[in-house]
Each structure stands twice: as C-alpha cells, then as structure tokens.
C-alpha cells in the first residue's frame, strides 16, 4: 500500500540559512500534519492542514510557514535557522479530518541537521 | 489544556511475557487514544487505537483498554517477541481539536532473550 512520501530524507543547513521540506500525503487523504521530532523527545504537532486550509496550529515557529497545494502535498517551509532546529521532522496524513480525530500515518521522516 | 502521562518510561520483559504500559489523560473530552510504536530512527507506527464510546479493542497480540472514569488508558502486549522491542507512544487530542494530538513521554520496551 502507498504510503506517506517525504522529501529530502535528510538536510544539512547552516545557521540562518533556509529550507523547505516536502509531503506526499497517501492518496486520497485530505488532511496534512507536520512534527517535530527531537532526540529522545516524543513528536511534537507543529500545524495540521485540511482540504488546503490551515486546521490546527501547535508550536511551530514564526519563523515556520506551511501550505497544503491543490494535489493535497504540503512543503513546510524554514527560515533563519538556528542549531535547535535540528531535528527528525515527520508529516502524516488521514482521511476525513474535520469530523473527529482520524488515525494519523507518518512518513519516513526529514532529518534535519544545523551545523 | 490537554497533558498525557505516560509510565513507565522503560519496561525490560522476558520474551513470551506480557507488557503492560499506562497513560493517564487530564481533559475529560478527550475521545480518541491511539497507540503508536517508534523503532530507532524510524517512523512513529500507528498498532492500535480506541475511541471513547469503546472499553477495549484487541488486535492479535496487542489490546487497549480504556477507563474513561479514571481517565487512563493502557496497552496491553501478549506473549512479548523480539520485533515488540521498540518506544511506545500514547496520544490524546485536547479539547475543541480533531487535528491535534497530545503525547505521552513514551516506553522503551526491552524484551529480554
């Protein structure tokens, strides 16, 4: 069975540079979520996205944005990185969000490292 | 808001043993419990779930039971293999959320040849 796509499986960035991290949702999901993943940590939500509309928010950045695209991929999108952002980065994606909590399937992950 | 805690924080079984992990929830509104496991550097895998209308759900090896009065919820694991060493996660949405989900510390499971 397909599964959630994520694109770059890993990242190397310096401080202050930028980097967008890509999501594949499994076909016909309609709803996008975005962790973030720190050693030893468990996943933290950072946005969510339904139908191409931003549905929740958790702790993500100002200096973060995220979009879902009409095909439903999503890119998160970092700015001004710093050495904390470093970090396994996770979307998942369900079906028929907005009714209640749906199971939510994650992807392989985008390490991420700051040097 | 929502808080989830999880116990304990690691569990060593002897393989054929059964594991037991708990986690209690504070917000009382909170339906939807799902159980994820983490293998080292891997993706969070979704093994079971279980929605507040339902006291217990068995899947082959691996059962949730629910206690909405107390507000904990725990997995339960039979005849431990292996492949079940891992970290195990427990969620819970917060109040007035259906996209966000709240998450236990996690349990790693040693299962002990």
């Known amino acids: 069975a397909a599964g959630v796509i994520q694109s770059p499986r890993h990242l190397i960035k310096e401080k202050r540079e930028t980097a967008t991290l890509k999501c594949y949702p499994i076909p016909r999901h309609d709803t996008v979520y975005w962790y973030q993943q720190g050693p030893g940590q468990d996943p933290q939500f950072l946005i969510s996205f339904y139908e191409k509309m931003q549905s929740d928010k958790g702790s993500i950045p100002d200096r973060f944005s995220a979009q879902q695209f009409s095909d439903y991929h999503s890119e998160l999108n970092m700015s001004s990185l710093e050495l904390g952002d470093s970090a396994l980065y996770f979307c998942a994606s369900s079906l028929g969000g907005g009714r209640s909590n749906q199971p939510q399937h994650f992807g392989d992950g985008t390490r991420l490292s700051i040097l | 808001g929502e808080n989830v805690e999880q116990h304990p924080s690691t569990l060593s079984v002897q393989e054929g043993d059964s594991a037991v992990i708990k986690c209690t929830y504070s917000d009382s509104a909170s339906n939807y419990f799902p159980w994820y496991k983490q293998e080292l550097g891997k993706r969070p895998q979704l093994i079971i779930d279980?929605?507040?209308n339902v006291g217990e759900k068995k899947d082959q090896r691996i059962a949730v039971t629910l206690n909405k009065t107390a507000k904990h919820f725990s997995l339960h694991i039979t005849e431990t293999q292996p492949e079940d060493s891992a970290v195990y996660f427990c969620?819970?949405?917060?109040?007035?959320?259906?996209?966000?989900?709240?998450w236990g510390a996690g349990t790693k499971l040693i299962i002990k040849p």
């Open positions: 969620a819970a949405p917060p109040r007035d959320s259906n996209y966000q989900l709240i």
């Open positions: 279980i929605r507040s």
